[in-house]
């Protein structure tokens, strides 16, 4: 399994960032309820600037690439839970499947509930980056965002979009649901960027 609990050395030298505890738990934080879904109708959609746009079925979601990492998860209300498997398609996969063109510089990641959170492109280009459908080798449990989420180990877990429905690449630099309410657009947790 690629371990990548490691990434925190470019950040800082401590890997619980600060003004953070562990915890062994996984709260939930969602801004409204559990979003139902049917594998049958569920469709994830890549659009925007990107040269062969994606729309795929659960059954052709499946077929790309997956790997498992173990990476860290750091909540801005100030919990980080270490060492969680995940097991999901990097954001680069997907990026390369869709074409992305030379002209995309951002990323909206758009959610079954209405949630949307937004990311330069270079912040998504690392394998990290990842849609997860498994955690600790189970399907992905729907309130942290199954059958498939983000995750975002570099940044504060609201970059993360569970329920994530489709992705759009950008030509210009928008905000996403807490972005416009007051939440850090950065997001980097060792430099606690948690509000703007
Ligand atoms: N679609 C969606 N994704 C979301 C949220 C949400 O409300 N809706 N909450 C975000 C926030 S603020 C956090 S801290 C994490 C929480 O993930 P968890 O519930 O699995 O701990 O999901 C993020 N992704
Ligand atoms: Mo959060």
Redesign the pocket.
Known sequence: MKDVTDLYRTYGDERLPPGQRETSR??????SGTPGWDSDEWQFEVWGAVDDPLSLSWEAFQELPCETQRQDFH??TGWSKFDCEFTGVTFPAVAEAAGVTDDAVHVMFH?M?D?TTNLPLTDCMREEVLFVSEYDGEPLPP???GPLRVVTPHKY??K????VSGVEFLTEPERGY?EKRGYSNTANPWAEERYA
């Not at 996984?26 to 801004?31: A, G, Q, R, T, W």
């Not at 993360?160 to 329920?163: C, F, I, Q, V, Y």
């Open positions: 996984f709260p939930v934080l969602s801004k909540c801005v959610a509930d949630y309130e942290h965002g877990a609201y993360g979009a569970k329920w807490w």
